[in-house]
Each structure stands twice: as C-alpha cells, then as structure tokens.
C-alpha cells in the first residue's frame, strides 16, 4: 500500500476513534434529544454549507434512517452544487439568509436543528443557531472546537456556533483540514472531517433509534419511524407508507 494512502487511512481511524472516546456523552445527550423529539411528533431539520452539507444530507431520506429528518437546503449553500464554486463560500458570510431560511419552513418552538459547520465562525451557522433558539427550537451543533480557540469569528458579535447550542459535537478537526504532508506539497491535504462528522451524525441516529426501539419493545411508543431500502422487496411501498404517516412531519416532500 502506497505510504500516503496508509497514513490517510491512519488518520481517519484514529480521528473516528477519538471522537467515539470523547465525545461518547454528547453523542447520547443528541441522540437523547432526537428520540425526545421523535417521540414528542416534532420535525428534526439538518443544515450545513459547503462541504458540511454532505454530512447533513447523510441522514435525510436514506434507508436505515428516521423518516421525520429534513433537510434545510439554501440555494447555492449545498456542497459544490452551485457555479462558481465560491459563491457558496460568499454566501455563507450574508446575514439575514439564515432567519429567512428558518421563515419559510413549517419549523416550530420545540423541533430539533441540527447545525454543522467545521469552523463554526461563519454567519449563516451562528445566526442559524440563534435565531433558531431564540424561536424556541433545541439546537445541536456539529464543528470543531480547534477553530475557535485559533480563529476568530467571522460574526459581528464574535460568537461562535458553539455558543448558540444546547448541545455541541466535537469533531476534533484540526485547523486546516489536512491530516498529510509531503515534501513538495505547499499545504497539507487529505481532509478526514467528511468521515468524522458523517460518523457523528450516524451514532447520535443509531443512539436514537436504540432507545425509540426499546420503548417500542416495552409497550411505551410505536417503532420507530425507519426508511427501508429501495432496493429490497417492498421497500419503495414502506418507505410511501412512512411518508404518509409522517407527512405532517415531513417537509422535503413539499
């Protein structure tokens, strides 16, 4: 094996199993919130920008995954899906898309935000944070707390994602995102926060669906609310069957 893809596969090992180490509590106390928000009837929404939209999609619409979790898709903010590629950066620095996105879904005082962003220091994911709490939405943020202890906000009231969150999950990431180097490279490079934050995210649902599984099998909620593969037998007329039932709570289908 080529030295460098080994050290990258050492990297992102070694991440996954420090946050497995270290952030075991925080991951049960989201996961907490999650089952308390499904077995309440709330809605569950995911945000992030650029490249930490990729983890906020992983847990919307997907076999294995909790039929109530909606994705908060800004226009231009998600992955590279926009041209040119930079203006998804910009617009992650432009105040006010955040309260107008949170206007213009169904979410009320008691649903549940998942917030993740790397850095945590942009104005999109601080005044999302905000201003979903200030409408009385419970808020789990997603980053690495590396950034603000090196970097400053980039919000005007210096405040970081991690101070607008009941709960934070920390990533660990360090400044940068690269956990190699090589001689001729002028920066470092083979970013493993993808693979962390997506981990993340799937522990605190498979945290979640345990303890919805556990109440369901003692007789004290229905079962939780899963999609099922597309691709096995049936799994297309269970997963419509879900939406229906769900459809209150479900809002990418709008």
């Not at 030295?3 to 992102?12: E, I």
């Not at 983890?55 to 995954?65: K, S, T």
């Not at 002028?186 to 556990?214: C, H, K, N, Y």
């Not at 909620?221 to 099922?228: I, K």
């Amino acid at each position: 094996m080529n030295d460098l893809v080994g050290r990258y596969f050492d990297a992102a090992i070694s991440h996954l199993q420090r946050v497995r180490e270290e952030e075991a509590d925080t991951i049960e106390a989201a996961a907490a919130l999650l089952a308390e928000a499904m077995t309440e009837g709330r809605r569950v929404f995911t945000f992030g920008a650029g490249h930490s939209a990729l983890p906020a999609q992983d847990v919307v619409y997907r076999a294995g995954g909790l039929v109530p979790v909606n994705l908060l898709n800004v226009p231009g903010m998600a992955g590279v899906t926009v041209m040119p590629a930079p203006l998804s950066s910009a617009l992650e620095r432009v105040s006010g898309l955040a309260t107008a996105t949170l206007d213009l879904t169904p979410a009320t005082a008691g649903d549940l935000l998942f917030v993740i962003s790397l850095s945590g220091r942009q104005v999109m994911p601080v005044e999302l944070a905000r201003y979903a709490r200030d409408r009385g939405l419970k808020v789990v943020g997603v980053t690495s707390l590396a950034y603000p202890r090196e970097v400053p906000s980039a919000h005007p009231t210096g405040t970081y994602l991690k101070d607008h969150c009941d709960v934070v999950l920390d990533s660990k990431i360090a400044v940068g995102d690269g956990e190699l180097t090589h001689p001729g490279a002028e920066t470092t490079f083979g970013p493993v926060s993808t693979i962390v934050t997506s981990a993340l995210m799937q522990a605190v649902v498979a945290s979640a669906v345990g303890r919805l599984a556990d109440r369901a099998a003692a007789g004290e909620c229905p079962a939780p609310p899963l999609f099922r593969s597309g691709n096995v037998p049936g799994g297309t007329e269970w997963n419509a069957k879900q939406m229906a039932e769900n459809a209150e709570r479900v809002f990418y289908t709008y």
